[in-house]
């Protein structure tokens, strides 16, 4: 039982580039969510799912997209990095929402240069 | 918008002491969460408070959900090094199913 994984670890990019960050839970948890964590800001939400097949807006959506074709699975997507969005990613999910707890992958740290 | 307030941002404790570091929320919450992050760590659940008045322990740790469900608070008795991190409160988002509204967290750092 691995819980939440992702993909990669570390990356750089240069201004303009794509990428995609995948996110991995063997739980078998409903929701799926999205974070990124800046010095000072705490955790801030871009995208969630609360199933496959779903997605919708955080607090941060700009700049990136998502995709929840698999339950397990959840992307990141962006599509043409900024500096703006060098930042530490984190997945969770959760079995329910609605407050229920959430589990956090180990994290993706992205600088664009 | 709904709002989680956690004081204070830093705490810098000698090792021995106890602190408390305490979250204030905006709205009455469902439940209230706390979340450990070590460095260079991910977030990792600690506990969940749901009643009123609730008292929970963990070892050194001390968890307290307020009568009103607005506030929360952690009390870390003789602190040690194992200690150092940041600690976030978090509770429902009560305009949207399915979300946690996150505090900014307190980072604790441990002197020897």
């Known amino acids: 039982n691995a819980g939440v994984t992702q993909t990669p670890k570390f990356r750089v990019l240069k201004t303009g580039q794509s990428m995609t960050l995948l996110c991995a839970q063997d739980m078998n948890h409903e929701y799926m969510y999205w974070y990124r964590q800046d010095p000072g800001m705490g955790l801030r939400l871009i995208h969630y799912?609360?199933?496959?097949?779903?997605?919708a807006k955080g607090e941060v959506p700009d700049g990136y997209n998502v995709s929840r074709l698999k339950k397990q699975n959840f992307l990141l997507g962006l599509e043409s990095a900024a500096p703006s969005q060098t930042s530490v990613y984190f997945c969770?999910?959760?079995?329910?929402?609605?407050?229920?707890?959430?589990?956090f992958g180990p994290g993706t740290r992205l600088t664009v240069l | 918008g709904q709002q989680v307030m956690q004081i204070p941002q830093y705490q810098h404790v000698q090792e021995g002491e106890d602190f408390t570091t305490y979250c204030n929320s905006s709205?009455?919450?469902?439940?209230i969460q706390w979340y450990k992050q070590r460095p260079g760590g991910h977030p990792v659940f600690l506990i969940q408070l749901v009643k009123s008045g609730e008292v929970k322990k963990q070892k050194r740790l001390t968890f307290q959900f307020g009568e009103a469900k607005k506030n929360s608070s952690l009390h870390i008795t003789a602190t040690q090094t194992t200690d150092v991190g940041t600690y976030f409160c978090a509770g429902p988002k009560t305009d949207s199913w399915g979300k946690l509204q996150f505090g900014a967290g307190t980072q604790v750092v441990v002197t020897p």
């Open positions: 709205t009455t919450l469902s439940n």
């Open positions: 799912s609360v199933g496959e097949g779903t997605t």
């Open positions: 969770a999910s959760s079995y329910e929402g609605g407050g229920d707890t959430q589990y």
